[in-house]
């Protein structure tokens, strides 16, 4: 069974920075894509970074340039560096692997922007 858990969350001011963390399990992790999602209240869903197992990546365009995806193989581990924090990033954040034709979740991890 895949298990995704992320880490890393926290309350932090504008301009700030935290790093999340996703540990994986139950999955051949080398072959993933994997993806960060977020959902802020009253919002849907949506992708935030991904990265392929090549190791390209993608963004969002509102977090282009201040937030960077980036994975170890060897650790079954994906991170989302957030940079130059704002208080509109404030959100639920989530780790999300497609596997054997299976969307497979984490619980998230709350990031609170705020001064």
């Known amino acids: 069974q895949v298990r995704l858990v992320e880490s890393g969350g926290g309350s932090v001011q504008p301009g700030g920075s935290l790093r999340l963390s996703c540990s994986s399990s139950?999955?051949?992790?080398?072959?993933?894509?994997m993806k960060w999602h977020r959902q802020a209240p009253g919002n849907q869903r949506e992708l935030v970074a991904a990265?392929?197992?090549?190791?390209?990546?993608t963004y969002e365009d509102s977090v282009k340039g201040r937030f960077t995806i980036s994975r170890n193989n060897a650790r079954n581990t994906v991170y989302l560096q957030m940079n130059s924090l704002k208080p509109e990033d404030t959100a639920l954040y989530y780790c999300?692997?497609?596997?054997?034709?299976?969307?497979?979740w984490g619980r998230g991890t709350q990031v609170t922007v705020s001064s």
């Open positions: 990265i392929t197992s090549s190791g390209s990546t």
């Open positions: 139950g999955m051949n992790f080398k072959i993933v894509t």
């Open positions: 999300n692997v497609r596997y054997r034709d299976t969307d497979f």
